[in-house]
């Protein structure tokens, strides 16, 4: 039986954004892909994506930043990058050599920081569409996140719309009201596609020092702890909007990544798996092809959002 997982990411967009499938990396858990083609064949991968991206270089937050819990990490790694330029000079070329797909996730403090990064990107070989992180501060609104409220959301989805001509994934966060109200306003401002969920406000603390674990007090809650909250919050922004949906948030095996294509994801993302599986994305991948097969399904688009109510 011949099988057919190929996904279109970006069907509103003139070019469109084709995977070959559905599995792809989670930004901040894969570097720029480079370390694990060493370790396994990474072309078959749906796409990539690369490390939160800014206009600068950062070094990110003081130390530790990276703190397990139960059934899960939490991180602060305050998007510790080699900035734009470097990502162009150094890294682009060599993904213009990949068959996979590279998606650069990109992070700013202002509407204009998210705009000038995507205009930076723009006709730059090798990057194939720019996942927009919006769980950042918005320094000149308080610094709550864009991703907390549709009118932020909505902003800088259209400001960065504006800047490239290449397909838009939009990444929610959970630490918001209503994901249903942010995922429409992406939706209308131009998103092509969005991907949820970004990690969970967290913290750990060190009892025999009487303060919290992590250089940056809190983090962001991921892994397997966060997959029922994700799946709910996929669920219901894929009910509100009519782009594609990719669902992201503890997913570290295939029935896992199944439930998210059921409650209506087009493609999943693994992240904190790779930590201790660091080829968990082609084990989801070769785990999804077995469970067609098994099941005589030979479109995975047969089974987007069969669990939906
Ligand atoms: C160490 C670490 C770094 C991350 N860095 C980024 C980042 O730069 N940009 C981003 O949008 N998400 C980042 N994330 C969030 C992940 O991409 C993902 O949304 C989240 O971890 C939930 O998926 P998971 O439970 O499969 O890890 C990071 C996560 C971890 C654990």
Do not use: H, W
């Given at each position: 039986m011949s099988l057919d997982l190929s996904i279109q990411l970006a069907p509103r967009h003139k070019q469109g954004l084709l995977l070959a499938n559905p599995v792809m990396t989670a930004s901040g858990t894969f570097g720029y892909g480079m370390e694990y083609s060493q370790v396994f064949d990474i072309q078959k991968l749906g796409a990539i994506i690369c490390k939160g991206t800014t206009l600068e270089p950062r070094e990110g937050n003081p130390q530790p930043r990276l703190v397990e819990t139960s059934c899960g990490v939490v991180n602060a790694i305050g998007l510790q990058n080699i900035g734009v330029e470097a990502l162009i000079r150094e890294k682009a070329p060599i993904w213009a050599g990949w068959r996979v797909p590279v998606i650069v996730n990109i992070a700013g403090n202002t509407v204009d920081e998210y705009a000038k990064l995507a205009a930076a990107l723009e006709g730059v070989a090798g990057i194939s569409g720019i996942e927009v992180n919006i769980s950042c501060p918005n320094i000149q609104a308080?610094?709550?996140?864009?991703?907390?409220?549709?009118?932020?959301?909505?902003?800088?989805?259209?400001?960065?719309?504006?800047?490239?001509?290449?397909?838009?994934?939009?990444?929610?966060?959970?630490?918001?009201?209503?994901?249903?109200?942010?995922?429409?306003?992406?939706?209308?401002?131009?998103?092509?596609?969005?991907?949820?969920?970004?990690?969970?406000?967290?913290?750990?603390?060190?009892?025999?020092?009487?303060?919290?674990?992590?250089?940056?007090?809190?983090?962001g809650l991921s892994g397997p702890a966060i997959k029922p909250l994700a799946l709910a919050l996929v669920y219901e922004?894929?009910?509100?909007?009519?782009?594609?949906?990719?669902?992201?948030?503890?997913?570290?095996?295939?029935?896992?990544?199944?439930?998210?294509?059921?409650?209506?994801?087009?493609?999943?993302?693994?992240?904190?798996?790779?930590?201790?599986?660091?080829?968990?994305?082609?084990?989801?991948?070769?785990?999804?092809?077995?469970?067609?097969?098994?099941?005589?399904?030979?479109?995975?688009?047969?089974?987007?959002?069969?669990?939906?109510?």
């Open positions: 308080g610094g709550a996140a864009f991703g907390t409220e549709p009118g932020p959301a909505g902003e800088v989805t259209a400001a960065v719309k504006e800047a490239t001509s290449l397909p838009i994934l939009v990444k929610l966060t959970p630490n918001t009201g209503d994901i249903a109200a942010v995922a429409t306003a992406a939706a209308k401002a131009g998103a092509d596609a969005i991907s949820l969920i970004n990690s969970v406000k967290g913290m750990v603390i060190d009892i025999n020092e009487r303060r919290p674990v992590l250089g940056n007090i809190s983090g922004a894929a009910s509100a909007v009519d782009i594609p949906v990719i669902g992201c948030g503890g997913i570290t095996s295939t029935k896992d990544a199944i439930e998210f294509i059921m409650a209506g994801a087009s493609a999943v993302q693994v992240g904190s798996a790779t930590y201790s599986n660091p080829r968990a994305s082609l084990d989801v991948l070769e785990g999804i092809e077995q469970f067609m097969k098994q099941e005589g399904i030979s479109k995975l688009s047969e089974i987007i959002g069969a669990a939906r109510q």
